[in-house]
């Protein structure tokens, strides 16, 4: 957890122009986080404060949220309670992940009134908690701890607030070079975790840049760097950065002079840097909770479809025993003159078989001769029958199960809004109820917005999503001499190069684009089809997504993560030129 208390600090110290400023909004946008707009200093700020329990964080923001139609309970308790207060202050519990934000406002009868939100960074245990700091009481949080949860702090209404439990850690702003070489065991080893185990706020990133920077592990040169680090936090001399390697992408307010094979990203404020860090993994974390259920639901619906083929193949294969039936009426209908009630077989040769082999037909005793012949006539004209509608329904399940994988390989990639979007298409497929108001009023017809990249030459590469996104890709935007591309028989995006003349190395890139939307995104060797967008036709009536081509060739390539985000920046890089 590299959000520490140096990090808490910077952050903290960011947030002081903010007192004075008067809280005008307040919204919920998930159960967890919380977003405060702060009129301060001429200027609104958003004030994020999340008790994520993956990424809890706490820092001014930028970021755009889509906030639910009904406000949460605590969401409205906080407009209650501090829309329209004015914040006296805001303040770290000594280093720890603790922060008080404390605001005036008044009450129902108009009279001065105090309230305190408590931000507490600590991992999954992470919460906000709004109380009157007059008598200590909470009013509500995000997340309530009952005693079935822990016995020694509960955090429900009306309960007395007790703060999280001292870890017993000397303070690292405070401490002195004596009480420093005294608090460290020279020969226990691992001297990162000692310094982690020993002072409050320092987590195991910052310990290792410390042991980093004293070199030889000297009591003298670790006291140096210990020192060095901590006075640039009592002086708020900070360098937000973001460090990102292979195996992993780290941030802190201190620069990591440590992490020598990674790229690093430098930032202005701690604020920038959180949001530059968090904004990508919590919004994935987010869409995999939006998208889950809708998950879930597809797949529950293609399991269905299998089971439904399993069914009606078992029905063909009965269904395939009509001619047997017909040839049993036939000789019944020869050798009626023979028959009477009650014969329970008839022997019959079998004038079909040039060897002349003999049948043996079951008769039913309580039916007469003419009963048997009519049953056995009904039995293959209902098998007859059935061969052809069990076909075609085969047929339908299988194109179904076709349409459903697709759906699941586009929730892959989903974002919040492309997720949406499926959820509404599954509505007009009839698979889910709409959640939009039946009106009068012809919905407007908006334009998807479409994945753009940009080809090693500057060729410009549009990439469908999803369904509403690949028709209009295909069906509208594209022009006929433009280029298409999407994998062979394997569920995934339609893309488009959008130039008459198109190099091998964009056609090569373009198809990498296909292979890594699709299906086989960790296969090897992928087949992918290319054809001009005039050879692309969607059939009357098929479901969303679905087209038919012809003249096209085939390329065989392996999906490239790194190529794919190489073609993304392109694409900025080439939308900044422009600018």
């Known amino acids: 957890m590299a959000f520490d208390g140096i990090v808490t600090r910077a952050v903290v110290r960011e947030l002081q122009k903010l007192a004075g400023g008067r809280i005008a909004k307040i919204h919920q946008p998930h159960h967890s986080d919380i977003v405060m707009q702060i009129r301060a200093q001429g200027e609104t700020v958003k004030l994020l404060l999340s008790a994520n329990p993956t990424y809890p964080r706490l820092h001014a923001t930028t970021e755009e949220f889509t906030n639910p139609q009904e406000a949460p309970m605590f969401c409205m308790l906080l407009r209650k309670h501090c829309e329209g207060g004015l914040i006296e202050a805001i303040e770290q519990v000594d280093m ?31 919460n906000i908690i709004l109380l009157d700091p007059s008598s200590n009481t909470i009013l509500d949080s995000a997340v309530h701890v009952t005693p079935a949860i822990s016995q020694y702090r ?45 002072f409050t706020g320092i987590s195991p990133l910052l310990a290792k840049e410390i042991v980093h920077r004293a070199g030889l592990p000297t009591r003298e040169a670790m006291w140096h760097a210990f020192a060095s680090v901590m006075e640039a936090g009592r002086q708020h001399r900070y360098a937000p950065m973001i460090a990102e390697s292979r195996e992993k992408t780290q941030f802190h307010v201190v620069e990591l002079t440590h992490l020598t094979d990674a790229a690093t990203t430098s930032f202005s404020t701690a604020s920038e840097c959180l949001q530059a860090y968090y904004a990508v993994k919590a919004q994935r974390d987010t869409v995999k909770q939006k998208v889950h259920d809708l998950i879930r639901f597809v797949t529950s619906e293609r399991n269905k479809n299998e089971k439904k083929i399993e069914k009606l193949e078992q029905t063909l294969a009965e269904a395939k025993d009509a001619e047997i ?31 002349g082999s003999t049948v043996t037909i079951p008769l039913d005793p309580l039916k007469t001769p003419s009963e048997n012949l009519q049953a056995y006539y009904k039995r293959y004209n209902k098998a007859k029958n059935s061969l052809q509608i069990v076909e075609e329904q085969i047929r339908q399940a299988r194109e179904e199960i076709v349409y459903l994988d697709g759906l699941l390989v586009q929730l892959e990639h989903a974002s919040l809004q492309e997720a949406e979007e499926i959820r509404e298409e599954l509505a007009e497929q009839g698979y889910v109820r709409s959640r939009q108001k039946r009106t009068n009023k012809k919905k407007k017809d908006v334009r998807p917005e479409l994945d753009a990249y940009t080809s090693s030459d500057g060729t410009e590469i549009l990439v469908g999503k999803n369904n509403k996104q690949n028709d209009y890709l295909t069906n509208k935007l594209a022009a006929p001499y433009d280029t298409w591309l999407h994998t062979k028989d394997i569920p995934g995006s339609h893309v488009v190069i959008r130039s008459r003349q198109v190099s091998e190395q964009t056609l090569r890139e373009a ?17 992918v089809d290319y054809t001009l967008v005039k050879y692309v036709k969607k059939p009357s009536g098929a479901k969303p997504g679905f087209v038919i081509y012809e003249q096209q060739r085939t390329l065989y390539v392996t999906p490239d993560e790194a190529l794919v985000r190489r073609l993304k920046a392109n694409n900025r890089a080439a939308h900044s030129e422009t600018r």
Not at 159 to 166: K, L, T
Not at 329 to 349: C, F, N, P, S, Y
């Open 154 to 198: 509960q955090v429900l209404p009306g309960r007395p607030y007790v703060s999280p439990p001292s870890q017993e850690k000397r303070d690292p702003l405070a401490v002195t070079e004596q009480a420093f070489i005294t608090a460290i065991n020279w020969n226990g080893g691992r001297l990162d975790r000692q310094l982690v185990d020993a």
């Open 511 to 527: 198809a990498v684009l296909a292979a890594y939307y699709s299906k086989a995104q960790h296969g090897n060797q992928v087949p």
């Open 96 to 126: 720890e992940r603790i922060v008080h934000i404390d605001i005036r406002t008044r009450d129902e009868l108009g009279d001065t009134a105090r309230r305190r939100i408590v931000m507490e960074i600590m991992g999954k245990h992470s």
């Open 325 to 355: 039936f017909r040839l049993y009426g036939e000789l019944i209908t020869a050798h009626m003159h023979q028959l009477k009630r009650g014969d329970t077989v008839l022997e019959a040769v079998n004038w079909y078989d040039e060897a």
